[in-house]
């Protein structure tokens, strides 16, 4: 009677609460009022409040039933409830219910259902299985994981015999997952290595597999203009484990210089991943570029059990980092008679901005001027019109033309002259030098 009267209190504070009538508990089974005990079965009693469709809340008692029965058995049904929603930011998302169903049903196959009761509130449902049964069903299936569990051992050690090292991380991991019900157990076998314990030589394989993984630079001195993209020239790492390319390992990349448009690459044939940088205005004169193992990438596409994941995580991960050497692009100017002194104004302007001349430039600045003295009934008026082009010497999309008209009036055509071209040395100080920067710079 004590089991009912424990019911019963529970009923009475759960009515309590939430205004609900309480319910006569003299109608109910006998199994609700004195839980059965049979040496030669386990037993459990669930229940759940009658809200929504039917077949769930049925379905839920049944679940809560084999829960209380693994009480009993030393078998967590519930083991995954870390899972319930969501792994991290990648938006991974598990049902927690399904996965409850599917260990509910791994572990109790030949579970009977004894009897049900519904009361108006709540609905129960009384189960059992034959202990005799359920150790047989036990070691059939721990037998059979094993089994799988093997296999995926035995592929991974002849991938890392072979030098397929992502392959062979895989497959450790896949493992590792294919004894997930059993990790505080005994998962010992019989390998091609010797009798191995099959979690944990995985798990040490795994780890010592990563740790002997080195990411080097194709080229140690890396240099890039200011305001250019690396697309014409790619920065590549090679991947290596005993000095042998590593290929289809997930990397990431992390730069100081700004936002990469594309921060994951997957070692190619030869064990290389790449990248392309943009390299803004504002950019140091020097930049870090770390690329690293996506770890998380590989164990994420080798299992989906979250629990599994977060046991392989790593805090310090295979990775490399790389200076990027800022430099300022240079500039040869053309330009014609006449515009020696303001041209030198120009310069002083550009080279304040990290831009020096050079014969051998990324770019050329030519400068043209035409102009004319047209003779007015008040005097003259002096009109020049000044035509910049940038040209990029690398590449012919990059080319741009400017024109600015400078005039200057007077009685006196030459002092009209000197009005328009100090006009034109006010722009050469300021607005062209920075039309300038812009383009090259862009």
């Not at 990027?324 to 053309?334: G, Q």
């Not at 043209?368 to 010497?393: E, W």
Request: aromatic content about 10%; overall charge positive; charged content about 30%.
């Amino acid at each position: 009677m004590r089991y009912l009267a424990s019911l019963i209190l529970i009923l009475s504070l759960f009515s309590c609460k939430t205004g609900e009538q309480i319910v006569d508990t003299s109608k109910f089974p006998q199994w609700l009022q004195e839980r059965p005990n049979d040496s030669d079965y386990y037993i459990g009693i669930g229940s759940a409040r009658k809200i929504g469709n039917p077949a769930e809340y049925m379905e839920a008692a049944r679940i809560n039933a084999l829960g209380d029965m693994s009480k009993a058995i030393s078998v967590n049904v519930n083991a995954q409830t870390s899972n319930v929603t969501s792994e991290d930011e990648r938006g991974f998302r598990e049902n927690f219910m399904a996965d409850i169903k599917t260990k509910s049903a791994e572990i109790f196959q030949d579970v009977k259902v004894n009897d049900q009761f519904d009361d108006g509130q709540r609905y129960y449902v009384y189960c059992s299985i034959s202990k005799v049964e359920f150790m047989r069903q036990k070691e059939e299936r721990k037998a059979k994981a094993i089994a799988k569990g093997l296999s995926f051992f035995e592929q991974a050690v002849q991938q890392e015999q072979e030098g397929h090292i992502t392959n062979a991380l895989s497959f450790y991991v896949k493992t590792v997952d294919a004894l997930v019900f059993y990790a505080n157990e005994s998962t010992k076998a019989n390998t091609s290595k010797g009798e191995y314990d099959l979690i944990s030589e995985s798990r040490n394989s795994f780890i010592r597999i990563v740790n002997e993984i080195k990411i080097r630079p194709e080229s140690d001195d890396i240099r890039l203009k200011r305001g250019s993209q690396s697309k014409n020239r790619k920065i590549k790492f090679d991947i290596l484990y005993n000095s042998g390319s590593v290929k289809n390992l997930p990397a990431k990349f992390k730069y100081t210089g700004g936002y990469l448009p594309q921060n994951t690459d997957i070692s190619d044939l030869e064990g290389q991943v790449e990248i392309s940088v943009r390299v803004s205005k504002r950019a140091k004169s020097v930049e870090n570029l770390e690329v690293k193992f996506d770890l998380e990438a590989l164990v994420r596409k080798a299992t989906t059990n979250m629990k599994i994941r977060r046991s392989f995580h790593m805090p310090e991960v295979p990775k490399y980092t790389q200076e990027i050497h800022i430099e300022s692009p240079t500039v040869k100017y053309t330009f014609t008679d006449g515009l020696d002194n303001s041209v030198a104004l120009m310069k002083e302007v550009l080279e304040d901005n990290g831009i020096e001349e050079s014969s051998n430039a990324d770019f050329k600045v030519s400068l043209d001027i035409k102009g004319k003295v047209v003779k007015k009934s008040f005097g003259c008026v002096a009109k020049y019109t000044l035509y910049v082009n940038v040209k990029s010497r690398k590449d012919r999309n990059r080319q741009r033309e400017f024109k600015y008209i400078f005039e200057g009036e007077n009685k006196n055509g030459p002092k009209a002259f000197k009005i328009a071209m100090r006009k034109l040395d006010n722009y050469m100080k300021g607005v062209i030098p920075r039309a300038i920067l812009r383009n090259i710079l862009q």
